[in-house]
């Protein structure tokens, strides 16, 4: 199976902060790489497919680049609805693996 | 529009089974999979298998294999995920997730809201 790592588990910001989330995959997936928020209590929500495409209705300040092994979310103005966990996913081979998630918490 | 509504929460015995419902509607159900994922308390996202919309055709996760079935009843446009011999362990929210597959990736677009399955004796 193919392992996905993210850093940070956690990280503390204030709202406005620019936020860069990244994942490795244990072995090159291309571009086979999705992001998904999950607010606490609720069902996770697709933001990135394919590494780099915004998922229609979401903000445009989410966006996500990367191929290979190295993959980024960033978030450019954290807002209050942002302060969620976020998993990346590789849909390359299956089973479909998801990183550990990275909590974003209020600073 | 696009959902899908899962069945609610359940107790179970070790030992015994349980059975999630995920109710789609807003699309044509027969054109996407359904997977299934789950979430243990405080934990990540696993993967347990997927079922394709257009025929039964499943895979499953191979450490399930054996004590899960995926099934969808086109005539009320369901999907049905079925867990036996339960453990503790296997206590988590349980989700059903619309799968999409294009050309270029796939992905879980629509989840249902999850259904908490609890094991204890």
């Known amino acids: 199976d193919i392992q996905m790592t993210q850093s940070p588990s956690s990280l503390s910001a204030s709202v406005g902060d620019r936020v860069t989330i990244t994942c490795r995959a244990s072995?090159?997936?291309?571009?086979?790489l999705n992001w998904y928020q999950q607010r606490p209590g609720t069902a996770p929500n697709l933001l990135i497919y394919?590494?780099?495409s915004l998922q229609s209705g979401v903000p445009s300040r989410f966006s996500g680049s990367g191929s290979a092994t190295d993959f980024t979310l960033i978030i450019s103005s954290l807002q209050p609805e942002d302060f969620a966990t976020y998993f990346c996913?590789?849909?390359?081979?299956?089973?479909?693996?998801f990183g550990q998630g990275t909590k974003v918490e209020i600073k | 529009q696009v959902q899908l509504v899962q069945s609610g929460a359940e107790v179970k015995k070790p030992g015994a089974s349980v059975k999630v419902s995920c109710k789609a509607s807003?699309?044509?159900?027969?054109?996407?999979?359904i997977s299934w994922v789950r979430q243990a308390p405080g934990q990540g996202l696993e993967w347990m298998g997927w079922?394709?919309?257009?025929?039964?055709?499943?895979n499953y996760a191979q450490k399930l294999q054996g004590r899960v079935t995926m099934t969808t009843d086109t005539s009320t446009n369901t999907a049905y995920m079925e867990l036996r011999s339960l453990r503790s362990d296997d206590t988590a929210v349980y989700y059903c997730?619309?799968?999409?597959?294009?050309?270029?990736?796939?992905?879980?677009?629509?989840w249902g809201q999850g259904t908490m399955v609890t094991v204890s004796s």
């Open positions: 997730a619309r799968w999409v597959v294009t050309t270029s990736d796939d992905v879980f677009d629509i």
């Open positions: 807003g699309y044509i159900f027969i054109n996407y999979g």
């Open positions: 079922i394709r919309g257009y025929s039964d055709k499943t």
């Open positions: 072995q090159s997936i291309s571009s086979y």
């Open positions: 394919a590494a780099s």
């Open positions: 996913q590789q849909s390359y081979s299956t089973p479909p693996t």
